[in-house]
């Protein structure tokens, strides 16, 4: 490993070697334009040394190797939306942004795959497709902004992952850049292939540690031609929970089934009372989708395995506008936390569903007796909740109280056996709890394989272990 020096300066000759190879307007030195570059939504600054904006995959080698003859840090970054601090420059060094690899090289919907450089916007990919009927499933909320080679280096997902799963399942190869700056192609065109071990799964989520992605192979899946929304309240979020364990355990998966607690429901019903019921404690959003003459009869087959569990309501939304209404108020919790409490920690914990009840009852808990309030909702369907533990960041007796709650909320999901990231990952904001989740040797392996990729340490050094 290279000794790095995080508050150093690019070296000259690194420097004139860069902007040679990246051409006018390539590589940014200046402190503002660097400044764009040190956050991320972890909330954490880090000032890189420098931002490399390669426009080819020729480019992105150069740099690469550049950086590994000098021993400085590369940090691949999309459109720095991610969560944990994964594209920030913790060690100083230079950002490798991919923002002007943007281009949809190929769609081939024979195969129904697409070919796509790595600084696609995800909604863009999704507009792109629209038109041969088809569609890359990973939906996470953040779609307008995040990067496909984002969404791949995290395994990003969203609601719809109860019905599609996650960014893994829809991924058939890679073109990769190591550390070094050599090519590595990984899985391919097909649907199927079992030659080898599957690398293409290893470098799926190991957010930007081990390789830089220049090129992805996507598949795809046809567009539903219609969806239908429905909404049900509950007296209790135990209530819900369970609902959801029930609306599981039989009949067609829905493509989305989001819960929103008590405290969530009140911030809903500041700007959008009419979608809650006035005695509800909880509300399960949910959809479902197929072709035009199917979705109602599936609306109503939902609807009745949700009345089975004694909600005050169960509706199905009248129509396309209230269909988006209901959902523009499930995505505008997120920005509303982020307004009143801007320093909130948003974990993104998971459970099997039938622990749900055990782990918003054990939220409530932990919320009531250290004294830290909780904002919980998420993707119900798989377990996920987005757990918001709200804290004023100029009160230190709030931030120990926020550590004593995640320690305790930590525990709560792994004896339920659950895990602590179903979506954000691990970054630098999880890198000190991953041992209490991971068997040792599991541990000890994966340092190893990160060795193997990266045997000088500089590619996003200080990222998933601490
Ligand atoms: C409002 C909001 C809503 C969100 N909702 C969701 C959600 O519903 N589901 C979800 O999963 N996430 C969500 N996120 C988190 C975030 O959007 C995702 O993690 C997203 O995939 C990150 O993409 P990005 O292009 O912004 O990547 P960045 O933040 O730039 O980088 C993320 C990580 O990817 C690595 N990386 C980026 N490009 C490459 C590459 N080409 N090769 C190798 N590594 C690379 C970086 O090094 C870093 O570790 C949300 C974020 C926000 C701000």
Known sequence: MVPLKPDSELDPALREALGRLLGAGGLLTGAAQREAYAWDNAGRRFLPWAVALPENREQVAGVLRLCHDAGVPVVPRGAGSGCVGGGL????????????????????????????????????????????????????????????????????????????????????GLTVLLADGSTLRVGGRTTKGVVGYDLTQLLIGSEGTLAVVVEAILKLAPLPEARRTLRASFRSMEQAAHAVAWVMSRGEVPSALEFLDP????????????????????????????????????????????????????????????????????????????????RRVNEDVVVPV???????????????????????????GNGNIHVNLLTDPADLAAQERVQRALDRLFSLVLELEGTLSGEHGVGIMKRDYISRELDPNSLELQKKIKQLFDPKGILNPGKVFS
């Open 263 to 342: 405290a969530a429901l009140e911030l809903l019903r500041r700007d959008h009372a009419e979608v809650c019921h006035p005695e509800g404690r909880a509300l399960l959003l949910a959809e479902v989708e197929g072709s035009a003459d199917e979705v109602d009869r599936k609306a109503r087959a939902l609807q009745e395995r949700l009345q089975a569990c004694d909600p005050l309501e169960a509706l199905v939304a009248a129509d396309e506008r209230e269909s988006k209404r209901l959902w523009a108020a499930r995505y505008a919790l997120s920005p509303t936390l982020t307004r009143i409490a801007p």
């Open 89 to 172: 420059a913790v060690q100083g060094g230079v950002i490798l942004s991919t923002q002007r690899l943007k281009r949809i090289l190929a769609i081939k919907p024979g195969d129904r795959l697409a070919v796509v450089e790595p600084g696609v916007v995800n909604g863009e990919l999704r507009s792109a497709l629209a038109s041969h009927g088809l569609f890359w499933p990973p939906d996470p909320s953040s779609s307008r902004v995040c990067t496909i080679g984002g969404n791949l280096a995290m395994c990003s997902a969203g609601p719809n992952a109860v019905r599609y799963g996650v960014t893994r399942h829809w991924v058939l």
């Open 354 to 380: 039938t622990r749900l009840a055990a782990l918003v009852a054990g939220v409530a808990t932990i919320s009531q007796e250290t004294g830290v309030p909780i904002v919980s909702f998420g993707h119900a």
